[in-house]
């Protein structure tokens, strides 16, 4: 069955930088748009960053631009966020997930941006 299961999360101070991984199975990794979403509490799930099966193409949200970097290894199933200068307001749930034709949902991890 899909399983796409996110790892990386925890504390950390302003400033600071997380590397998140998703590791997946269960489909054609390489055919699908990998993203990454966040959910901060009392708002919306937004998109924070995607990469094309090529891995030549990649888009993010404006609030994270310069500061987050997508990445993906088809060869190994994972795609990855690095995220750099990380501010309070940074924190959330982060969601990894696939479409194509349809769409796949991780279980998210916990990311904590505070002093």
């Known amino acids: 069955q899909v399983q796409l299961v996110e790892s990386g999360g925890g504390l950390v101070q302003p400033g600071g930088s997380l590397r998140l991984s998703c590791a997946a199975s269960?489909?054609?990794?390489?055919?699908?748009?990998m993203n990454w979403y966040r959910q901060a509490p009392g708002k919306e799930r937004e998109l924070v960053a995607s990469?094309?099966?090529?891995?030549?193409?990649?888009n993010y949200a404006d609030s994270v631009k310069g500061r987050f970097t997508i990445s993906r290894d088809n060869a190994k199933n994972a795609v990855y966020l690095q995220m750099n200068s990380l501010k309070p307001e940074d924190t959330a749930v982060y969601y990894c997930?696939?479409?194509?034709?349809?769409?796949?949902w991780g279980q998210g991890t916990q990311v904590t941006v505070s002093s």
């Open positions: 990469i094309f099966s090529t891995a030549d193409s990649t």
């Open positions: 269960g489909f054609t990794f390489s055919m699908y748009v």
């Open positions: 997930s696939a479409i194509m034709f349809v769409q796949y």
